[in-house]
Every structure is written in structure tokens, then in C-alpha cells.
């Protein structure tokens, strides 16, 4: 089974509302985190958002937010009023174990964000 | 600050040549990671590094592919020889040991003719 999910190929938002960027991960470890990263077309992988297992509430950055639901086993990704620099590829990823470290972390497949003036 | 800096950006090789990638991580980062990003797919690890240890290369094909960080900085990749699936982006991170967060670079993109 494939560890993390993503759904949508493609999503259009128009600037200024607010987009929602679907991910289910798959996990039997009751310790894990939960990432989103932004890939731009200049390749580099910006890190968004972090939602560790065991936090009590939604991961908060700025404008980025995380919609976790641990039953449901899913961790959506809310980008609110939305800019043209948000244009991009967002992938959803997952580390698994013990401890905060940044270890083995398997990511989804993406999913391309094309900001609409 | 300077972040990852990787090199070179762009590289086309003959198959059955050799290829090296070289990353520099940021200063104080004792964990240094290498990831293969194949066309629209999510980056895949190849290896971990803390300080000069690889501690995990479990997906790394050791057959053709070979890493090294002397003195627990720098990194190079090496994949020799280079076959037609190894083109794909490469990706190298770092991260300070127990942060959530990992820095990457912009990558090197290879393609093998």
C-alpha cells in the first residue's frame, strides 16, 4: 500500500481565495510526522509545515495551515489567500519512528498548483 | 546564510559513462541526505549520512551508485556506470539531527543519452 496519497494531479485556484491540498498517509506506528513541502520550478524543495503524531493542535505557518485528522488519517494541506508565487508542486510527506529527527521520509507524488490571476 | 548549494546544475552523459554530483551542505548541518526524483514523482532516499556515517543506504544500487562525505561536509555521488533510467533529478538535503526540518538544494538534473 502506497504510504502516502495524493489524489489531485492538478488544482486551479483563483488569487486570493483560499485551496486545499488533499493527503492520506498510511502508517501502523503510532509515532510519526507529517510534512508539506513546495517545489517551485527551480527545483528546489522549500519545507512549509510540520504535524508531529502526538500535537494536540493544527500546525499553523503564516498563511499555510494543516488540516489533521488522525482518524481519518489524513493531514490537508490550506493555502489561504493565495498568491501567484504559490504556483508550484506540493508534496505531501511522512516520517515514521521514534524522536523529532528528520529521518527516512517517504513522499507523495505531488500535486501541481496553479495559481489564476 | 548560504543554503545547500549543489553542482552541477545540469548534466548530459553517454551511457555507460561516469557521473559525480557534488553537495554542499549548510555550515553545522551534521545530517546530509541524497534523494532521486524521477519525473513526476516525489523524491525517493538513497542515502543518509550523520556527520562522515552513512547510517542508512538501504536504497542505494551499490552495483553503479557509490557516495562519500569525507570530514562529515561535502558529499559526492557517483553513479558509474550511468544507464538510461538514471536520468532523473538529484536531490541533496541537510538538516541539523533532531530538527523537523530539512533544507534542500536545487539539484542536479542528469540525463543519460
Known amino acids: 500500500a502506497q504510504k502516502i496519497t495524493q489524489t489531485q494531479p492538478g488544482m486551479f485556484v483563483q488569487e486570493k481565495e483560499a485551496v486545499t491540498l488533499d493527503c492520506t498517509y498510511d502508517?501502523?506506528?503510532?509515532?510519526?510526522?507529517l510534512f508539506w513541502y513546495k517545489q517551485p520550478s527551480s527545483g528546489e524543495m522549500i519545507f512549509l509545515i510540520y504535524q508531529g503524531s502526538y500535537d494536540q493542535q493544527n500546525a499553523t505557518e503564516g498563511r499555510y495551515s494543516l488540516n489533521f485528522q488522525k482518524a481519518r488519517k489524513s493531514a490537508n494541506l490550506v493555502i489561504s489567500a493565495s498568491q501567484l508565487g504559490d504556483s508550484a508542486m506540493y508534496f505531501c510527506a511522512m516520517r515514521e519512528g521514534q524522536g523529532k529527527s528528520y529521518q527516512k521520509v517517504t513522499f507523495g507524488i505531488g500535486t501541481k498548483l496553479q495559481v489564476i490571476p | 546564510e548560504a543554503g545547500v548549494v549543489q553542482s552541477p546544475r545540469y548534466k548530459i552523459i553517454e551511457k555507460k559513462q561516469p557521473v559525480a554530483f557534488w553537495c554542499n551542505p549548510i555550515s553545522g548541518h551534521n545530517t546530509l541526505y541524497w534523494y532521486l526524483q524521477n519525473l513526476g514523482q516525489g523524491p525517493e532516499l538513497l542515502i543518509r549520512?550523520?556527520?562522515?556515517?552513512?547510517?542508512?543506504d538501504s536504497q542505494l544500487p551499490k552495483d553503479r551508485f557509490s557516495a562519500e562525505r569525507l570530514k562529515g561536509v561535502d558529499s559526492t555521488l557517483k553513479i558509474q556506470p550511468a544507464e538510461l533510467g538514471d536520468s532523473a533529478v538529484y536531490l541533496c538535503?541537510?538538516?541539523?539531527?533532531?530538527?523537523?526540518?530539512?533544507?534542500f538544494g536545487q539539484g542536479t538534473r542528469l540525463t543519460v543519452v
Open positions: 538535503a541537510s538538516s541539523i539531527r533532531d530538527s523537523t526540518e530539512a533544507f
Open positions: 502508517t501502523s506506528d503510532p509515532s510519526y510526522g
Open positions: 549520512y550523520e556527520n562522515e556515517e552513512a547510517v542508512d
